[in-house]
């Protein structure tokens, strides 16, 4: 079971840290269904961070996952809330 744990969150890891780097560096959010809703920069960089976040749960103390986890949330929370950039 915890081999079957380790790889399930270095795969989750490995897919979150794609789209948001795919996210910072494209300007455009992979997913379609978030893509109207969300700034693609502050997108990308929220996931990034909760993909390192996910890939060190193993290794790292559960304070240092928290303040990951949360700031990436955060960031989210902010790629929500920015205005979208407009289109020229």
Do not use: D, E, N
């Not at 969150?9 to 109207?36: D, F, K, M, Q």
């Not at 949360?70 to 960031?75: A, D, K, T, Y």
């Amino acid at each position: 079971m915890s081999l079957l744990f380790l790889v399930f969150t270095l795969v989750l890891a490995l897919i979150l840290l794609i789209l948001g780097g795919s996210a910072i560096t494209t300007g455009r959010v992979p997913v379609r269904w978030i893509r109207r809703y969300a700034h693609p920069q502050l997108w990308g960089a929220g996931v990034l961070v909760i993909g390192i976040a996910v890939g060190t749960v193993r290794i790292a103390p559960p304070s240092i996952f928290m303040v990951l986890f949360l700031c990436g949330l955060s960031l989210l929370g902010f790629a929500y809330g920015a205005s979208r950039p407009k289109k020229r």
